[in-house]
């Protein structure tokens, strides 16, 4: 599928709208990351980003592939070997002088891939051992139950309300006599007439 497109300018950046016809067929949808390799003279390449690999599945076809290649290097000493006991030697450079030393280098590529396996092996125990240490802090964190919040403390006890007892009441004082009463019309008239009149509490009046 073919389609052309004209090249824009937006805010200082090229730009080239990708059609539908063109983005459908290899399966790349909005937001997917995508390679862009120029292919001179007048080609671009655009490619969609496969799955991203894990550090471990990294490391674990390294160490795949470095036993293969171990492998490799015994079926070469097996087959060698052969050629040797059967004195039939069919590879350029194998001879019966030559043997020794070319088994001597096999055994050294031999241990030197050994080692690197091994190496490898730690590599990804350590990275195994962070990922499982982190998913086991992450599942620990979420299974832990919070705890129930204590109401906050008051910052004083409140006070018992006392009813507070009504004091006595005293009897009201006597009101003073209004000029006009009975009384004091009396006392005035007994005044008139100087008879020395006590108009004190309990005592008799004398003429």
């Not at 241990?111 to 195994?128: G, M, N």
Request: no cysteine.
């Amino acid at each position: 599928m073919r389609e052309i497109v004209k090249v824009r300018t937006v805010a200082g950046s090229v730009v080239v709208s990708l059609p539908a016809s063109v983005l459908d067929p290899v399966g790349i949808k909005p937001g997917d990351r995508v390679l862009v390799e120029a292919a001179p003279p007048r080609r671009l390449i655009i490619t969609k980003e496969g799955k991203t690999m894990t550090s471990t599945e990294r490391l674990g076809l390294e160490i795949d592939l470095l036993e293969k290649r171990r492998q490799a290097i015994k079926s070469d000493q097996a087959y060698k070997l052969e050629q040797y006991n059967d004195d039939y030697f069919t590879e350029e450079g194998m001879s019966v002088d030559t043997f020794p030393l070319i088994m001597r280098e096999l055994n050294r590529d031999l241990d030197r891939l050994t080692v690197e396996i091994a190496e490898k092996k730690l590599a990804l125990y350590d990275l195994q051992g962070a990922e499982a240490l982190n998913s086991r802090e992450l599942r620990s964190e979420s299974d832990e139950e919070p705890e129930p919040s204590s109401p906050p403390l008051p910052l004083s006890r409140p006070s018992k309300k006392l009813k507070a007892t009504e004091p006595p009441q005293e009897p009201p004082a006597p009101s003073p006599e209004v000029a006009g009463s009975p009384t004091a019309e009396a006392v005035m008239k007994l005044a008139k007439r100087g008879s020395g009149v006590s108009t004190g509490p309990g005592r008799p009046i004398r003429r």
